[in-house]
DNA sequence: GTCGATGATTGAGT
DNA sequence: ACTCAATCATCGAC
């Protein structure tokens, strides 16, 4: 059953991390003490210690499960009775004790009880899941950013990824798991580690053809935002798309290889403010990537708006007031990738987590992390912190519309900022002038901008889907101006569903 | 079997 | 950590 022993470790490591995700998250949010009947923390029943701090700390620190350390070996020798010092005796020491264990009988301790726990938890390491292992990430990030400002502490262990797995070969200490190092330097891409080695134990690694829905989605990203997406925009492709983190890296890679863009230039890098050299001149060839059966199509993009185009249906027949803008030509040639995502490229069935991950996205998870996320203005608000724009906060899974007009509106306000020199160089005299549309969100698009003769009227829906044309060149001369758009991309859930609908500009000179 | 497309890997450079 | 460039490995069409 067990197909070697670093498969286990990074099995339990992972049910670990999704279960204590869940446990410390409900600890968090309703300062509930840690039932230790229960997983993860019933493993830890026979160290005492550890149970008994974690109390203490809770009701000293209602936020302590984002705090605690681990004990050091010694301590851990005498809360399961295999040292002569009492347990008091080093818990009243802690965290001021020197370890002075034999680095091999620790060794061997820890692969004693590891084996033992190993096949118990076997079973259960099936219910790990990528949401649990990344609300965990989420928390970290967050427990690092308040141990940063609040409390200069530093983690007593500090083990990099690479130590972890080099334990991992040789047993690893469960009860040292939960603040090791593969929480304190649970990263990105050590996660698509663990996920990757978990993915590829025992089965071939064919790499399968993405879905063409899923590359409709990566196209749209290289094409319509940049061919060098930002960490956060790779981090919602990968959602969105169900792939790994690195998966989303090397298929933009390779994009870029094959179609022999090598130097950005019609994008706005957001993630690194690099802003593109020249506007209109791509810089090679497209080679095999894109054949020639596509020109329609990127005739039909070149009628999109400059430097903003649509996210909507490239069918220029759904378009009612016809903008016709101008020139400057994509240096991205597409196929049809821009039409609507259907909702059914999100099924499961269509991703490419297979093995004990597929379909593993329980709801129970997405409520204890929005509970953290709403919790997390409480925490700020009592650590006197006033940075919560900075937290970089993934997603919220479920907020009313209203919150995410609010939402939307924030985080256009924020991309304003640093976006490109079209909205940089407009002026924002006139009230009519560089409104700020209310209607869309930006995610790592562009802001939205009414024109300066229109203004948004009619729907007040949000449209989670950046690329709402900055449309300086609008005509004066039109009365109304609208368009079709017919999707709704939600970022925040990370769903593309189909909307269909019309946004209305109406002359406010008019 | 050939060949193109494409996901993934590797090594060097930054 | 990211990128490029080369390359490998696999799949599917023919």
Request: aromatic share 8%; charged share 20%; glycine share 4%.
């Amino acid at each position: 059953m067990i197909h070697n022993r670093c498969e286990c470790g990074i099995r339990n490591r992972m049910l670990i991390l999704s279960q204590m995700s869940q446990r410390l998250v409900d600890a968090v949010q309703g300062f509930s003490p840690i039932d230790t009947n229960k997983e993860p923390f019933s493993f830890l029943n026979s160290v005492s210690w550890r149970c008994q701090m974690m109390e203490q700390h809770l009701h000293h620190h209602p936020y302590h499960p984002l705090f605690l350390a681990p004990p050091n070996e010694q301590i851990f020798d005498a809360a399961i009775g295999e040292s002569d010092t009492p347990l008091s005796t080093l818990v009243s020491r802690e965290p001021a004790i020197a370890t002075q264990s034999d680095e091999q009988q620790t060794l061997q301790k820890r692969r004693i009880t590891t084996n033992l726990k190993i096949d118990s938890m076997w079973e259960l390491s099936k219910s790990a899941t990528r949401e649990g292992i990344e609300t965990l990430y989420f928390m970290n990030n967050q427990r690092k950013a308040i141990i940063a400002r609040q409390l200069k502490a530093i983690p007593i262990f500090d083990l990099s990824l690479s130590r972890i797995l080099t334990e991992l070969n040789e047993g690893f200490d469960l009860t040292k798991m939960y603040f090791s190092s593969a929480v304190e330097n649970l990263t990105r891409h050590g996660i698509d580690q663990l996920l990757n080695l978990e993915k590829n134990s025992g089965s071939n690694r064919t790499p399968a053809r993405f879905s063409k829905e899923i590359k409709k989605i990566l196209i749209d990203s290289f094409i319509r935002k940049s061919p060098y997406p930002s960490e956060t925009e790779k981090e919602r492709l990968s959602r969105l798309c169900k792939l790994d983190y690195k998966q989303v890296s090397v298929w933009f890679a390779n994009k870029r290889m094959r179609t022999k863009i090598h130097t950005p230039t019609n994008f706005h890098d957001y993630s690194t403010g690099k802003t593109p050299i020249s506007a209109d001149s791509p810089t090679s060839n497209f080679a095999s990537e894109f054949t020639s059966n596509h020109t329609s199509a990127v005739r039909s993009e070149q009628g999109s708006f400059s430097g903003s185009p649509f996210t909507i249906s490239s069918v220029d027949s759904e378009r009612e007031g016809s903008f016709s803008p101008d020139n400057s030509p994509s240096p991205y040639l597409m196929d049809d990738a821009i039409s609507g995502v259907p909702k059914s490229s999100l099924d499961t069935s269509q991703a490419k987590f297979g093995h004990s991950l597929a379909g593993a996205y329980p709801s129970s998870c997405e409520q204890p992390l929005n509970r953290l996320r709403e919790n997390w203005a409480v925490c700020d608000d009592i650590l006197g912190s006033q940075s919560s724009g900075s937290h970089a906060i993934p997603s919220i899974r479920s907020s009313t519309k209203a919150e995410k007009v609010t939402r939307s509106m924030d985080t256009n306000s924020r991309i304003g900022d640093m976006t490109n020199t079209n909205l940089a160089s407009r002026p924002a005299t006139d009230k009519n002038m560089s409104t700020i549309c209310p209607l869309s969100s930006g995610g790592c698009g562009k802001t939205v901008v009414a024109n300066q003769h229109m203004t948004p009227v009619g729907k007040t829906s949000v449209i989670h889907r950046p690329g709402f044309p900055i449309d300086q060149d609008a005509p004066a001369s039109l009365d109304t101006y609208s368009f079709k758009y017919e999707i709704s991309q939600d970022e925040e859930k990370c769903e593309t569903t189909r909307t269909p609908g019309t946004f209305i500009y109406q002359n406010s000179s008019a």
